[in-house]
């Protein structure tokens, strides 16, 4: 007994470590919250996708590899270290993403670009800087060992026209340095020895075999025969960015400030421990993130706070749980140890479906999304594997003490009025029906459209001054590119900061060299000043794999749940439970779908992962519902209809599902609010959908899902008859 009342003190002690290591790190393995990677809509930057040209078929792997080497060597010579440059040989490409420096001002993204494709450029110089030779005239280069010293040394092998060239430099320059080039950055400067007639040359002086291997696939990639294009790029401000970070930190500050009173207040002692294993779990999550050095961007850290008020939902369980059996009249160590014992079935269900969904969203998602699939990942399996465990342990040990171990420190739940969800279920599914007759009628007449990540195009943003005329820019714009564009001014609420926006529909994307041409027209008209802040171009045939990828990851994610379903909750003729879930999904589904009619959204990245994160949340919903039937069906009593004892279901899961559905809706509903008063796009298209999704998550497990299984188990028993 004295044993259990340390573990409290024990629990509390290594929360504070793990939130010390969160926040401050621990050495230079393991980074702190302070030292975590942000993505380029975060810190600002630039993403690009790079293909080569001049070549009619799929460049090699050791092509690739080459030109992987051109742009780091090039970044390299601008300091810009932190970056990744990230070969995709099945689409034989190269995407390279970098962030603005922190002082970044007159930043030109266009010019960087082009600058990166560039074909680069391997010279041989003397002391006066005269080319010698050129990396075209290199066959090829490797590392080698010498017998003598056992150092290691780059070997060059010419070609029949750089071995007379080689062979004429190095007689000139005996005695004399001849510097190697790659543009106008020195790699190396040998001094000649002898005349080298064999078309062999030997670089010597290297400190390592990596330094030497190094040096090699840079003289490879120098003698690259093809130059890199982009035309499918994004690039975002540091002040953007900025401003983005602080409103969405401020969103997270208050999101679990508000959480954490709400279960403090109305679940008491309970409720309190697990805010404090809240802050456990979230401790993790970060290292989580920031110890791989995971990119964390803007969806990921909604992400982060939409798992926080998910991962309160196991606790909302457990409390209930507890709740219950001190109603029965169990004592309080009894009530909680039934109450963890009662509940685990529940959260284990619905963290593993919910971990599924993120699983299946970062199998086919990338960027934002694959950050979003994330941390929701790793949120849930966080609260599964250390957050109930902490709670339990925490709370089994604090009720030792005399103080805490009475009822008053609990909530205790009073018997209810059975609510008759089935008997009327019948108006439950025409309000149902009405509901999405409406969504449907108003989405068609508002006209669903994709966005361009799905159908290609470009979209530029830039913050101006002035009055600006729309329609003469528009034909200016329309003048140089020699295609439709659109063009519309918007005003920042929080700033007052005034935004145009040119939107370039169509089969293509927009080069560098083209974007410095618009910004020179929208210059040109006088007046008023214009500073991009926002690009984002992509070629139609990624957007199509993009959208193929997107419904392929939501229809393998309600089969998944299904089949799930149907082996786990066997008792209740699985399929049928698990096609009345998968309908209640569908609804939900098309509630979200309805909503970017509804508000003129267009469907972009941001559906997929919100439509994903619905799927997660409310068929977790569903199946606490579904795990409480399967338990009050070993214990049904005498002459009750399966119709009643679904009833009772709903009735006894109803406050944990209206109290979870406080604390997600609270946590999104704030990230709304923030991402709406800083005009933050990205996240209020991602938020306002995802909030609609979460009301409907709670009232189709309710309100369908147990119904509509009623009306099929009566259908199948009257067909019996």
Known sequence: MKNKKTHIWIALGTIAVFLFIAFFGCGSDIKGIRHMRFGIDIKGGVEAVFEPVGITKKPTAKELESARNIIEERLDSRNILDREVTIEKQEGRILVRFPWKSDEKDFNPEEAIAELGETAKLTFQDEEHKVLVEGQDVASSSVVQNRDTRAYEVELHFDKSGTEKFAGATEENLGKHIGIYMDDTLISNPVVQQKIEGGEAVINGMASREEAQALSDKINAGSLPFSMKTSNYNTISPSLGSQALKSMVAAAVTAMVLVCLFMSLYYKLPGVLSCITLLFQMALQVLAISIPQYTITLPGIAGLILSAGMAVDANIIISERISEELMHGSSVKAAVKAGYQRAFSSVLDGNITTA?????????????????????????????????????????????????????????????????????????????????????????????????????????????????????????????????????????????????????????????????????????????????????????????????????????????????????????????????????????????????????????????????????????????????????????????????????????????????ALTVVACVFIIFLFSVFYHIESIQVFSLPLLAGMISGCYSSVCIAGPLWVCWEEHKQSKKK
């Open 356 to 660: 599924a969904v993120a699983v299946i969203l970062m199998l086919f998602g990338s960027g934002t999304m694959l950050s979003f699939g994330y941390t929701l990942f790793t949120g849930v399996v966080i609260n599964l594997f250390a957050g109930v465990w902490m709670s339990r342990t925490m709370l089994t040990s604090v009720v030792q003490y005399e103080f805490f171990k009475r009822p008053s420190m609990f909530r205790r739940k009073r018997e209810k009025k059975i609510l008759d969800f089935s008997g009327k279920r019948r108006w439950i599914f025409l309000f149902t029906a009405c509901v999405l007759l409406s969504g449907a009628i108003l989405s068609a007449a508002n006209g669903m459209k994709l966005d361009t990540q799905f159908t290609g195009g470009v979209i530029l943003k830039y913050t101006c001054t002035g009055d600006a005329d729309t329609e003469k820019l528009k034909e200016s714009v329309e003048a140089v590119l020699k295609r439709p564009a659109n063009i519309q001014i918007t005003e920042d609420p929080a700033s007052g900061q005034q935004k145009l926006a040119v939107t370039l529909a169509g089969n293509k994307g927009l080069s560098p060299q083209e974007q410095q041409e618009v910004a020179k027209a929208l210059d040109e008209e006088g007046g008023q000043e214009y500073t991009l802040s926002e690009t984002y171009a992509v070629e139609p045939y990624i957007g199509a794999k993009a959208l193929k990828n997107s419904v392929l990851a939501i229809v393998l994610s309600a089969l998944f749940i299904v089949i799930y379903i149907r082996i786990r909750f066997s008792s209740m003729s699985g399929l049928a439970a698990g096609i009345s879930a998968v309908a209640a999904l569908l609804h939900d589904i098309l509630i979200v779908v309805f909503v970017f009619g509804v508000c003129r959204i267009p469907v972009n990245d941001a559906f997929v992962a919100v439509t994903l994160t619905i799927i997660g949340y409310s068929i977790n919903d569903t199946i606490v519902l579904y795990d409480r039937i399967r338990e009050n069906q070993k214990k049904k009593g005498k002459g009750e209809t399966l119709a009643k004892l679904v009833d009772r279901s709903i009735t006894e899961t109803l406050g944990r599902s209206v109290n979870t």
